[in-house]
């Protein structure tokens, strides 16, 4: 059987090795190149990724409930995906959102049933139990060296009355706990270097880098392949028996509405001829969000051997809460927020709270502009449109001010808040203050959800798109509902079980 994979990252590159593995052709196909940018190595240098050739470069329409702004939504164009731009930060999310999965119609995803395949990814360094693994092709470190400032974080946030996790991935996240990150010898070990790399050379694996897809390729609503646009202008058509998309949840709706998968009336006034009136594609869009406190300080903060982010907290934005809701990220230095009006500025000796909401009511959603490839995508995240979001995070930002004051930093650390600033009071002042400065936690979801009810685009049970055959999705673009934390790690289970699916087919 002869496979087509489109997008070589975080669950591409899984999907192409399992599938190979199997003794499979499998052609992998990356529209962006090598990861060869040497900031792509050393996590410490992420943000100079954002608006390189390696980065897709989204933006966001004007949100409303960011105050008007255009939010900057980076993503990985180049083998890795955005596993060459992220924080490598290895999240599994909690045992309810899988639960949840389960029980609003996607049989199969519960916490108990996903389980064995995040131990099959995993190469875990730390304690091992019936929770965890060390045979996995994946580094989770947990023993890499941990900086001063952020084990005082850790301090700082027990002292303010918050557990201490000492694994957040088995299942229960609440809590203040150390980061378990993907990498080896300190450097970034993404999913192609994982899972891809060490099988470059193999006689059944083609890969081509710099191919754009332009459509999908119909018998019918028989999918034999797709179209690509090469670099050099060049156009390749690629048949397969079967053509996966992993192209994420930006990628895989747009080649879906550009292929005539899609809401068949907006297709329609395009001009794009509808080949399957599936009305989710693109719909269902949601992202976790963050805004910075941002605390300078008097000792200096020397750079982080591994990571800036070595830190985060789970906690509940109200007693009420089944699950934690909030996510904040604790960073070495001074995190300042794009678009903030007037700019956001400040030295460069500072660290950063990073509140963060993990469980966002808001949905928006991904459209075309035009039939064209150069046509633009239309984004919006919908970010804080939902009041409870904006609440959630303003009480994600009390969090992180508590945190900040406490002895551990503000006596240990001479920390003194600078953003958004002792002279912000009141809720409301700090509901204003996250709107002007909420940016994305780079964790899209939902544009091609798996579920039965007629929004739902993919199988469940298959991961197959619904109305065409021979077209699978397997990416972060079907989870129904973002998970509670990081959305990399449940995007490489996804892959995990869709080769499952795809070589061991049941009854759907």
């Known amino acids: 059987m002869k496979y087509l994979v489109i997008g070589a990252g975080s669950a591409g590159n899984v999907l192409a090795r399992r599938l190979l593995d199997a003794g499979h052709d499998v052609t992998l196909v990356e529209a962006g190149n090598y990861d060869v940018n040497p900031n792509i190595d050393h996590l410490n240098t992420l943000g100079l990724l954002w608006h390189s050739e390696d980065d897709w470069d989204y933006y966001t329409v004007p949100q409303p409930g960011a105050n008007g702004r255009r939010l900057h939504v980076p993503r990985g164009k180049v083998m890795g995906g955005s596993h060459?731009?992220?924080?490598?930060?290895?999240?599994?999310?909690?045992?309810?959102?899988?639960?949840?999965?389960?029980?609003?119609?996607?049989?199969?995803?519960?916490?108990?049933?996903?389980?064995?395949?995040?131990?099959?990814?995993?190469?875990?360094?730390?304690?091992?139990?019936?929770?965890?693994?060390?045979?996995?092709?994946?580094?989770?470190?947990?023993?890499?060296?941990?900086?001063d400032l952020q084990e005082s974080m850790v301090q700082a946030a027990v002292e303010a009355g918050f557990p201490l996790n000492k694994d957040y991935n088995s299942g229960n996240p609440e809590g203040i706990s150390r980061m378990q990150l993907n990498i080896r010898d300190l450097h970034r070990f993404s999913t192609f270097r994982a899972y891809i790399l060490p099988v470059k050379n193999h006689k059944n694996l083609t890969i081509l880098t710099g191919h754009r897809v332009t459509r999908l390729l119909f018998e019918g609503t028989q999918v034999t392949g797709a179209q690509f646009l090469k670099q050099d202008g060049a156009v390749q058509d690629i048949f397969a028996g079967?053509?996966?998309?992993?192209?994420?949840?930006?990628?895989?709706?747009?080649?879906?509405?550009?292929?005539?998968?899609?809401?068949?009336?907006?297709?329609?006034?395009?001009?794009?001829?509808?080949?399957?009136?599936?009305?989710?594609?693109?719909?269902?869009?949601?992202?976790?969000?963050?805004?910075?406190?941002?605390?300078?300080?008097?000792?200096?903060?020397?750079?982080?051997?591994?990571?800036?982010?070595?830190?985060?907290?789970?906690?509940?934005?109200?007693?009420?809460?089944?699950?934690?809701?909030?996510?904040?990220?604790?960073?070495?230095?001074?995190?300042?927020?794009?678009?903030?009006?007037?700019?956001?500025?400040?030295?460069?000796?500072?660290?950063?709270?990073?509140?963060?909401?993990?469980?966002?009511?808001?949905?928006?959603e991904l459209t075309l502009t035009g039939a064209d490839i150069s046509d633009p995508i239309s984004l919006d995240l919908a970010a804080l449109e939902e009041q409870t979001d904006a609440d959630a995070l303003v009480a994600s930002l009390k969090h992180c001010r508590t945190i900040g004051r406490q002895a551990a930093l503000a006596e240990e650390w001479g920390a003194e808040e600078i953003w958004p600033g002792p002279q912000v009071t009141t809720d409301e002042e700090l509901e204003e203050y996250a709107r002007n400065s909420v940016v994305t936690y780079h964790h899209q979801v939902g544009t091609c959800a798996m579920g039965q009810s007629a929004q739902s685009v993919t199988n469940p049970r298959t991961l197959e798109v619904y109305k065409v055959s021979g077209l699978y999705v397997a990416d972060a673009s079907v989870m129904p509902t973002v998970p509670t934390g990081n959305t990399n790690a449940p995007s490489i289970m996804i892959a995990e079980r869709a080769a499952d699916f795809i070589l061991s087919p049941k009854e759907s």
């Open 84 to 147: 060459a731009l992220n924080a490598c930060i290895w999240v599994r999310g909690a045992r309810e959102d899988y639960d949840n999965w389960s029980y609003n119609g996607c049989p199969g995803w519960s916490w108990d049933e996903v389980l064995p395949y995040f131990k099959k990814i995993e190469k875990f360094d730390g304690e091992l139990n019936e929770t965890r693994s060390d045979e996995g092709l994946l580094d989770v470190c947990s023993t890499y060296p941990r900086h």
């Open 242 to 364: 079967a053509t996966i998309l992993c192209a994420g949840a930006l990628g895989s709706p747009e080649i879906l509405l550009r292929s005539g998968i899609g809401p068949a009336h907006e297709l329609t006034e395009l001009g794009i001829e509808v080949i399957a009136d599936v009305p989710g594609v693109g719909k269902n869009l949601h992202d976790h969000m963050l805004a910075p406190v941002i605390f300078t300080t008097t000792q200096e903060i020397s750079v982080p051997e591994a990571a800036p982010a070595q830190t985060h907290l789970f906690a509940k934005s109200t007693a009420d809460q089944l699950v934690p809701d909030t996510q904040p990220i604790f960073f070495s230095n001074p995190m300042y927020s794009q678009g903030y009006p007037g700019d956001m500025t400040g030295p460069d000796q500072a660290f950063t709270l990073m509140a963060g909401i993990v469980r966002p009511q808001s949905r928006g």
